[in-house]
């Protein structure tokens, strides 16, 4: 045999043999080259409508700036203003609901932010745009009853799904959500409900009542956390928002506006005398406070997003909006209360986090300075 054809037999088997490996290893690799692409971590945002009461304590109008603020994560999808059965004694008690929310929502100018490259929060039109009329005075939903706010709830609410539900965010009473629920009945396993109780139901026990009932007779599976269950001061996990937790220096709840709200902020390019954060208004009771009581429904969805903390699946894990228990598992599989145990620890559920959760908000406010 030619000496080149002998020896280039086993040379030829060893390079199909190279080529073949070659060839297996780009196979195996072909799937990871072409999915090489710059990871984009797309944040988890939840959509919302807010019940308000806003025009009562102005703790709903820093809840409110904390909403917009967090736009981000949390989509509004309407807001809507619900009867306040304390506000003849507070200041905005001539103001319509409606146009002080629309007053406030431009108040805190969140075009400026958007303009300083934080694109991801909401533009301020299509906030606007959201504001709605719920019920003008309280009591159980009737035949009669039905509002622009609570037919917005409906529209809106009939968009989303059980696996993908429309987060209802009561900051008042319980009127304007129970009549939509009242008028669409469907709409109950479409949403979940976190709702600030305590003096809430007080100013209109009938509509809270409702959605128990609600809850016993016709949907066992709604889901809803009941943040102050009465008798009123027993639990109030909310009020850890304020007054538990670290109160030193600038995280205390009387000292906390003025270290890093005051002077921040823009005039809505001199639509305003002042800066919004110069007009932050201050709680009555705690006087002259930072109170945000309604907060916690908010910082319940954007603690697992920004903390790593909590699940918005789960009530009875830890999160910044507080924890809580079944109140009956076997009967109501979806409705979540206060722990059974003193105020003090209700509290410290979310007190316990309560420096983490201003020094998000600390830093959001200097947003506007950047």
Not at 339 to 344: A, W
């Amino acid at each position: 045999m030619n000496w080149r054809i002998k020896h280039r037999v086993p040379y030829l088997k060893s390079v199909q043999k190279i080529d073949r490996i070659a060839g297996l290893y780009i196979l195996i690799l072909l799937p990871t080259l072409f999915s090489c692409k710059p990871e984009v971590n797309e944040p988890k945002t939840f959509d919302v409508i807010i019940d308000t009461d806003l025009g009562g304590d102005p703790d709903d109008i820093q809840s409110l700036f904390r909403a917009v603020h967090y736009s981000d994560i949390i989509k509004i999808k309407g807001i809507v203003s619900t009867p306040n059965g304390d506000k003849n004694s507070h200041p905005w008690d001539t103001v319509n609901n409606t146009a002080l929310i629309t007053e406030w929502v431009k108040r805190i100018d969140v075009e400026h932010l958007r303009d300083k490259g934080y694109t991801e929060l909401m533009s301020e039109e299509e906030i606007l745009s959201t504001i709605k009329a719920g019920s003008a005075s309280a009591g159980a939903p009737s035949t009669e009853g039905s509002t622009e706010g609570s037919e917005w709830i409906v529209q809106t609410a009939r968009k989303y799904s059980k696996e993908n539900p429309l987060w209802v965010l009561v900051w008042g009473s319980y009127t304007t959500t129970a009549q939509a629920l009242h008028d669409a009945p469907d709409i109950a396993e479409k949403i979940r409900m976190y709702y600030i109780s305590s003096s809430n139901t007080l100013h209109d026990t009938a509509s809270r009542d409702y959605v128990y009932n609600f809850m016993a007779e016709q949907y066992p599976e709604l889901w809803w956390i009941e943040n102050g269950i009465l008798p009123r001061g027993t639990h109030e996990t909310f009020r850890g928002i304020y007054q538990s937790g670290d109160q030193e220096g600038e995280w205390a709840y009387t000292k906390f506006t003025d270290a890093n709200i005051r002077g921040h902020g823009s005039t809505h390019n001199g639509l305003f005398k002042e800066k919004c954060g110069d007009v932050f208004p201050l709680a009555n009771y705690p006087k002259n406070s930072l109170k945000e009581g309604d907060s916690p429904s908010m910082l319940y969805l954007v603690s697992p997003v920004l903390a790593g903390v909590g699940d918005v699946d789960d009530p009875t894990q830890e999160s910044w909006g507080g924890q809580f228990r079944h109140f009956d598992k076997a009967r109501f599989p979806n409705y979540y209360v206060d722990l059974n145990k003193t105020p003090e620890e209700c509290q410290m559920t979310i007190g316990k986090w309560r420096k983490d959760i201003l020094t998000d908000w600390k830093n959001r406010w200097d947003w506007y300075e950047e």
